[in-house]
């Protein structure tokens, strides 16, 4: 059944559902990295939250005019105002106001979204009667999607994508270091704009598939998955594109394969899996990666505190140098030094010293930077210049282990 | 060999670390997988005036943060007065630098004097006309008198300096921890602090203090700490604090004739 | 309005929305002061499938195991945005909107799969809540708020929201100072001992139950708007916490008062049948007052400079 709706075969509403999710997650995924990466993703959750009175308003009037309230492009149009009002409400707060963009985008949501939800129950009383598709838009309904619904959000879905494709290196400067980009003539705050213009037609196309609530997942999700992959800011729009598409598709498909499996919640907690893959397992920003990285520094911090230790014959008191140099064979059980210990003891006293000449030293300047108290001195220098900085040391040579 | 290469830095007139109102031992605080300070010593003078100085991320508010538990050490251990930390918090206070604060925040000054306070009025306890009075006083030793009543983020920077150092005074401590008192502050507002500083001493007072500018570090302190992300050295100014220790701490990062400059003034 | 048709239908809604506001609204203000307003919202999302978890394992659609649910989801939700922010370092707002999505989605796709028929649990309901049903029929009028067997017969919601407030107040007051000082300056405030990071979460979970409480009476969508509005509205009328506060409590008092009262008369002023969302209404008024502070407020632009984070 799944392989059915993975190969498109379950008949033509789910393979309209499954080229829409698939275009949308793309969309989303690349539009909401710039957002991510501006540090701004929870904005459109104000955003998607803003469309509710506009779909609710757009659908009283389609009906006053004697039109049909269920009228898709109409009713996204009007979610569309309702979302940029929404939007600039936030701007003026943020910019006017002493108010953090936290609480501005907590205040638009609530507030228009209560206010939508005034409006739906105004719709309700008025009795038409034909006001069951809007509560679709909160959670999003797939069911009898209509060509020409699958044709709008197709069709939004590439602009969006062109529209990001055009405007991508101004958002990407914005997104780095937005004085740097008011410095080069970029106006920031057009861009900022424009950004989240494309964030809300992201939105307003996703309201039929996954609904209000959750196309936040969707332009969240796939850009912080990505970005555990890689350092690249072009790598991470094009993961994070390829993450929502594949969400979408697998979404789609798996909602399409058996009863109550909303397409919504499951591009969203498909999306989710992509990301815990990717927090655990990722190569470089990974948690498994990062916590192994952790335990090899800790473990070379303290084996060098040890031996500087041992060297001049201290008492260490850290238990946890103690089992690593124990473990280590430097240091015996009963505390005293091992001969493999000593040597290394010394060549660490060693070091120590050559590396205060170095820093001390102005022709050395750019390798005094670099020390960290833990590199071994010949990864940055030839031995030429450590026999030089030895002699002015002086002394007993090395031991050699 | 051990004679030969003293590794810890120069220490000189080595005082004992449990009489000493902030002892810190093998020392290691790395952000990432650089250390920031790398297994350091030090044993602060009780009564004293003590700079912290090295260059620019040379671990100077690392180590200041690690001492009193604001940031976790790697490894390492801290006494304060020679007992752990937790038990004598009510002797510490600490000048965070600016930037740590929230100056949005809807306070006017005399609260964030009357902070200081806090551990003496305790969770429920009313703020009574002598706690006023004593905010008042602090605020007065500052020169911040006229000001109590303003939001904190309408002061300058220098008034909001010293505005931290009035609750400070207002905890009562015994040890005062400084992080860069001085950055980015007015002249009248460098003279107030190290006016109060001085008279903090006089009272028997320690003050430690990260402290950047090398010109002014003869007038002001008695002892050094120098640090680049290890102890270069430790001590009186007049033996600590030398062309050589100076071109260790900074190496090619200070020109040259800056420390010439700071060895002739030296004398 | 006679104390015969007021006080059964209008006084317990009324004062059930009214301390929903109220409790909220306190954390709200330390929540706003310390950027972490949409703490509330991730909150509110995350009651979904906490309730919907309660009923599966419990099978009934009682009270307590609902808010238990509803709290442990809460805190589940800030465990794994905390722990995304720092195991992946990833920034606070995106940390929360990958957590309260995707719980709020497995809520949804746990209600599709459940036989909900025979319950009143539905998406419409956790969002906009029931406060209009609210209503005390035990009473006859004003004399009834003296009289044992009808006072038996308070919703109990009311109750339930009453003893939330005084535990969010009691919470506020005892920790005021601490509140306070690790709000305004973190660092200081661990080295005078505080114990910020406790103190953050008992914060958050103090949030969370006003937050569950409140949602049990009148949904989610009030509990966005009370944490954030009435809170961000006083922020611009003082530079004084202590006066702020008292405006957050005015603020939601008044919003949840005149959304309540225009939510079901004013369809009926303009000629309308029946009410509407008293919820959604209470939501908008917070939005409106919050509209005027920002335009005429006396401490509405920023005086310090901005932090950066």
Known sequence: MLWDALTLQLGYNATLVAVGATLLGVSAGVTGTFLFLRKRALVSDAISHATLPGVCLAFMVLVAFGGDGRNLIGLLIGSALSAWVGLLCMTWLTRHTRLAEDAAIGAVLSVFFGFGIVLLTVIQTLGVGRQAGLEGFLLGSTAGMLWADALIIAIGGAATLALVMIIRRPMMLVAFDPEYAAAQGVAVHRIDLAMMGLVMAVTVVGLKIVGLILIVAL????PVAARFWSERSDRVVLLAGLVGGMAGYLGAAISASAPNLPTGPIIVLVSFGFFAVSILLAPVRGVLAAVLRHLRFQRRVHIRQGLLAMAQDQTIYEPLTLRLLRRAGLLRADGVPTDAGRARAAKALRDEKRWEIVRADQTHEATAALYDGLRDIETVLTQDQIDEIDRQIGGPQEVRP | MLDLVSDRGVTVEEPQPENSPLAVRGLTVSYGQKPAVFSVDMTVQLGALTAIIGPNGAGKSTLLKAALGIVKPLSGHVTVFGQALEDQRARIAYVPQRASVDWDFPTRVIDVVLMGLSRQLGLLGRIRARHMARAMDCLNRVGMRDFSDRQIGQLSGGQQQRVFLARALAQDADLYLLDEPFAGVDAATEKAIIGVLKSLKQAGKTVVVVHHDLATVTDYFDNVFLINTRKVAEGPVAQAFNAETLQATYGGRLATAQIDQISRALG | MSGAEFVPLSLTP????????????????????RKQALIGDAISHVVLPGIVVAFLLTGTISTWPMMLGAAAAAVVAVAMIEAIRRLGRIEPGAAMGVVFTTMFAAGVLLLEQTDTSTVHLDVEHALYGNLESLIWLDATGWSSLLDARALAGLPPELSRIAATLLGVSLFTWWLWRP???????????RTIGIRTGVLGFALVIVAAIAAVAAFDAVGSIIVIAMFICPPAAARMMTNRLETQITWSVVFAAISAVSGYV???????????????SAAGMIATMSGLILA?????GPCRTRTGERVST
Do not use: R
Request: include cysteine; glycine fraction near 12%.
């Open chain 3, 179 to 189: 509140l306070k000082i690790s709000t305004f300056d973190e660092g200081f405030a």
């Open chain 3, 14 to 33: 009324l004062l059930i929305g009214t301390f929903a506001a109220i409790a909220c609204a306190l954390p709200g203000n330390f929540l706003v002061l």
């Open chain 1, 219 to 222: 332009l969240i999700i796939p």
């Open chain 3, 292 to 296: 005027l502070t920002a335009l005429f």
């Open chain 3, 262 to 276: 225009l939510a079901g008369y004013g369809p009926l002023w303009v000629g309308g049948i029946a009410a509407v």
